[in-house]
């Protein structure tokens, strides 16, 4: 269960401050697709950075499984990412040098696993998503769908327990859209967390709930099952 | 292994066998001349000086050098200690030396009164002259004419020094000979006593004690100074191979040869502005590569930095994914410590496979030495280390300077 209180994200340029997030309450239970939407300002991503521990807010605050990361370590934030988050980001972030399977496999090598195991479990999350043949190709050799099906395999091969997705179908066509949309469904289906931000209506709609943020405001908040 | 060392290790390796191979070679590149940087540079100052000492050693002093003691004109009871040299296991080969000074003059028959003389003040030696090839080899030296052979007569070899055309230097009290060349009559003046003889050769050596002598077959020289004795001014000792100077100049004190004259080893003989001039040369070696490792260092550190930077965003998504930023400090060092290590084992390649034995076959032709490549391993090693240890500094700074900053801001690529 995530718990969002009294959000507050200002950003200050000199002595001009932007209020980002006005004072955002809300709650995600655990085994939720919930899908972030809003104009482009709306603060949307903003919201999702703080959930997932990138930034930290300018007043609120929020409770993981009663965990006030308010007051967390820098160390502990990243350990929390690390044991209990995936992310799947807009433009894939995926580390050249790796291939899809070292890609995969980073995550659970720091969380300590041997190789062999790491390696084992990192094929099957991308097995998973169909790229059991792409397993040693580096990310220049795979287009843009097979990508971001990396980067869903990175954030999920760990298991966690919140999967963050920032815009994730965003750079892509309408097809490899499709196919990544499945996979959050199934895994939708399997039990797992999801929040997503996007600006396209399309799949927001295939998420279980859509909370719409305007100008640093949740403005509506549905569940469509 | 600490799993932060493991994974700087894993993303380093990657890091490296996927960087581009032009980004790679110049960097390597970049290490290897810095190598060269610390360990040539000052090689070849302290080789200068080396080459010099060597160059003594050869041609002078040999192992061990038995002189005059400084209040007598001769080493007294010589064939005493001519004898226990020869007597000595551990010597190869010796040569004893009358020295004497004396003054060499040309062109006397053409000389006009209203003419400045054409003289030279020289060291006059009497050697034997297969005795003194076998320890100091000065035969090698002769660049015009000949050696001198056991039965010369009335014939000199010159030193370049003593010769305008070999040192065409004008010194207030220092004169040498002009339009003297092989064949030539000169008249050698040694105690009062003068001599008509003809120039059979002309040793050219960069060692002062080679160089501004007279050499005369020492039957003739003995007549010359009146001395019949045996006793002689110099012995020069060459040791076995294996043999160290020190343990012949100690076994000669020993048998008492240091109450008669002065023992020494090549180094004691060394004078006091040498050995000067060697620390001088090592601190200004240690002073050009403390500059070299300096730059070796900013190289490394722009290097680096700029990869960081351009790395930003990945680093800043390392993170967000939870992986400590102590590990991607720690790929950093390891890239850091892979490029100092290559660069060292070509550096010390090159300097081990080709420099050292191509200068050692080929000296630099200083005015006062012939110049070799000094690297002992030990040091060298050691300039190893500290390259290493320069780098990695070098290549971690940049690396937390990169790492600290906010994740988010570096994901977003946020200033």
Known sequence: MIEVKKLIRTFKNGDVETPVLKGIDFAVPDGQFVAIMGRSGAGKSTLLYQMSLLDEPTGGSVVIDGHNTHSMSADERMRFRLNRFGYVFQDYALLPELTALENVALPLLMQGLARGAAYRQATEALENVSLGHRLHNLPSQLSGGEQQRVSISRAIAHKPKILFADEPTANLDNESSRVILDIFKALHRAGQTIIMVTHEEEFARESERVVKLDDGQIISDTKHR | ???????????????????????????????????????????????????????????????????????????????????????????????????????????????????????????????????????????????????????????????????????????????????????????????????????????????????????????????????????????????????????????????????????????????????????????????????????????????????????????????????????????????????????????????????????????????FSDGILVAPVGETMVRVGLLVVSTLIAGYVPAWMIIRKNTLDSILGRN
């Open chain 2, 1 to 367: 292994m600490p799993l932060n060392v493991k994974i700087g290790f894993f993303l380093a390796v990657r890091a490296l066998r996927r960087a581009s191979l032009w980004t790679t070679t110049l960097i390597i590149g970049v290490m290897i001349l810095t190598f060269l940087n610390l360990v040539v540079l000052s090689g070849i100052l302290v080789g200068l000086m080396q080459g010099a000492i060597n160059a003594v050693r050869t041609e002078y002093t040999s192992d061990v050098i038995v002189s005059t003691l400084e209040d007598k004109q001769y080493i007294e009871n010589s064939p005493d200690i001519i004898g226990l040299v020869a007597s000595l296991p551990e010597v190869a080969a010796y040569t004893a030396r009358y020295r004497e000074p004396g003054t060499l003059e040309a062109n006397y028959r053409t000389h006009k009164e209203t003419d400045k003389p054409n003289v030279a003040n020289a060291v006059v030696v009497g050697i034997n002259p297969a005795k003194e090839n076998a320890v100091t080899g000065i035969a090698r030296d002769i660049v015009e004419g000949e050696f001198l052979a056991p039965g010369d007569y009335d014939k000199v070899v010159v030193g370049g020094y003593l010769l305008k055309q070999y040192f065409p230097v004008e010194t207030p009290g220092f004169s040498t000979l002009d339009r003297v060349g092989i064949g030539t009559k000169i008249r050698v003046t040694v105690g009062g006593v003068t001599r008509e003889v003809t120039v059979k050769g002309i040793l050219k050596s960069k060692v002062d004690e080679v160089a501004m002598r007279a050499y005369f077959v020492d039957s003739q020289f003995r007549s010359l100074i009146g001395r019949n004795d045996g006793n002689v001014d110099e012995i020069a000792i060459k040791v076995k191979p294996g043999v160290d100077p020190a343990a012949m100049r100690d076994a000669l004190l020993l048998r008492g040869a240091g109450e008669a004259a002065k023992v020494q080893t090549f180094e004691d003989a060394q004078p006091k502005f040498l050995k000067d001039i060697i620390t001088t040369f090592n601190m200004l070696g240690a002073a050009f590569s403390s500059i070299g490792l300096v730059v070796a260092s900013i190289t490394i550190f722009i290097v680096v930095f700029i990869n960081a930077i351009t790395r930003r965003k990945f680093i800043g998504i390392l993170k967000g994914i939870g992986i400590n930023g102590r590990a991607i400090e720690i790929s950093y060092i390891f890239q850091s410590i892979f490029y100092a290590l290559v660069g060292s084992i070509f550096g010390l390649l090159l300097v081990y496979g080709f420099l050292v034995p191509f200068f050692a076959a080929h000296p630099i032709d200083f005015p």
